[in-house]
């Protein structure tokens, strides 16, 4: 299995950027499709992006598109997401996951190991 431990999370204000990192420890990390998952209080956990093994197919849900970036250092075991223009909106506890499957997939359930999560607060 592989562990995940997620960094970056803070307070920001509206348009500002902030940078996620997740570390992966345990079981190659390039053999793992990842994703960024997000839970806003009382809501459920959405999708935010995905990436595939090798890093060349990335997809993004549509509220985020433009905004934020994905990226994977298979050499650094480290999965990224890049966010900029941030809105309120954008507020929520941050995931990272991974999944087995060679298939990618924007589904939380489709996941296998997930990290504990960072928290993204961005004030108006």
């Known amino acids: 299995q592989v562990q995940l431990v997620e960094s970056g999370g803070g307070l920001v204000q509206a348009g500002d950027s902030l940078s996620l990192s997740c570390a992966a420890s345990g079981r190659t990390f390039s053999n793992y499709g990842m994703g960024w998952f997000r839970q806003a209080p009382g809501k459920e956990r959405e999708f935010v992006a995905r990436i595939s093994r090798g890093g060349t197919n990335t997809l993004y849900a549509d509220s985020v598109k433009g905004r934020f970036t994905i990226s994977r250092d298979n050499v650094k075991n480290t999965l990224y997401l890049q966010m900029s223009s941030l809105k309120p909106e954008d507020t929520a506890v941050y995931y990272c996951?991974?999944?087995?499957?060679?298939?990618?997939?924007?589904?939380?359930?489709?996941?296998?190991?997930w990290g504990q999560g960072t928290q993204v607060t961005v004030s108006s």
């Open positions: 996951a991974a999944r087995t499957s060679v298939l990618n997939s924007v589904l939380a359930a489709a996941y296998d190991y």
